[in-house]
């Protein structure tokens, strides 16, 4: 490494930093981003992108199920666990090799080592060739990501207890799962294996599975769930693990009591915690809070020239947040007019069967915000090109403040509903109100068309239901 003087430097390759660090180079800046394991990050190695790999081939699986259903005829189907996990594998290669041809493409020096902020906007980083200094002239971005986050006693060992990471390898196909948690990674890894036949009892804290969903549709994914076989245990919390030979019991407590259930293996899905450690955050004055760092709303940490983004930043732990809080601090460090971005315009996408997907306020959190609501629904049901599909069960979901006909949120739950929430995203974005979206014309057939039919009929006004 000759050279030590940059305009920015970003510690950290996955979705925020890879992007921060293209931005920067986009902008004129002298870029360099350093990465400790793989570029790309979890999101791309280890997260978004293979565990979608595998819930294709689950979902190729469950439609070969049903291949009667659409009057055609597969006998002797089956899969190959080792096979789906090197396609999936393959996929996140194909994706992280890409950054680098992106990173020469757009001149910004990668630089594989450990980082850490050394204070007055220098950046020390040890590489298999030794340590180094670097400077930062314009501003330091950490964007360091997030881990699983383990419990005492429910630690993984990689054998008998996963976390996401042996769940997308792993070492054979369970039997009996218990997955503990049911946010988007625990409900997702739980759909995958449930569907080729593991026997899946999911375990949630909270009164109701995916609890930062509409209660609405939260309920309408259990009913789905269950219908498939798994078991759902709300208002649970699993004590303790025993580990033996192959098995594992689990200590399960609700409503004060006790009971043990037996499985052969368990995922451990419990939140994340950020990546906050060994490269002197707090030793420069950044300020922490509960393994993130403290940002105000350009990603600012309060220290001179020094900005987080992403995971280490705090909720929502998304990529496509990530990714544009990078676009924005890098605007801001080549002094360009950026904006803050509004946390009620990212969606959250779940991609289990059926796929959940939503933007902005549930109707409680509306409600509890003060807003008089007016509230549509369309099922799956009244859809055509949903019957057309053979996916018939599903709902979208659309909240308004009843004053003024703003969107305020909208949720779904069905086929291809990750695909869909972009239109209520952009008319988020867009400030819309139901007059705009009501004077839509959505074309036909398309599942599309249950979100025009949910906005109607909040106003009474629906036509196919």
Known sequence: MADTDYDMIVIGAGPGGYVAAIRGAQLGLKVACIEREHLGGICLNWGCIPTKAMLRSSEVFHLMERAKDFGLTAEKFGYDLDAVVKRSRGVAKQLSGGIGHLFKKNKVTTIMGEARLAGDRKVTVKTDKGEETLTASKGIVVATGARARELPGLEADGDLVWTYKHALVPPR??????????????????????????????????????????AEISAFAKKQFVKQGMKILEKTTVTKLDRGKGKVTAHLEAGGKTETQEFDTVISAVGIVGNVEGIGLEEVGCKLDRSHVVVDEYCRTGVDGVYAIGDIAGAPWLAHKASHEGVMVAEVIAGEHAHPIKPGTIAGCTYCQPQIASVGMTEAKAKEAGFEVKVGRFPFIGNGKAIALGEPEGLVKTVFDARTGELLGAHMVGAEVTELIQGYVVGRTLETTEAELMQTVFPHPTLSEMMHESVLDAYGRAIHY
């Not at 196909?173 to 009892?201: D, H, R, W």
Request: charged residues 20%; hydrophobic residues 50%; negative net charge.
């Open 173 to 214: 196909m369970p039997e009996k799962l218990l997955v503990i948690g049911s946010g988007a990674i625990g409900i997702e890894f739980a759909s995958f294996y449930n569907t080729l036949g593991a026997e899946t009892t999911v375990v949630e804290v909270m009164d109701r599975v995916l609890p930062v969903e509409d």
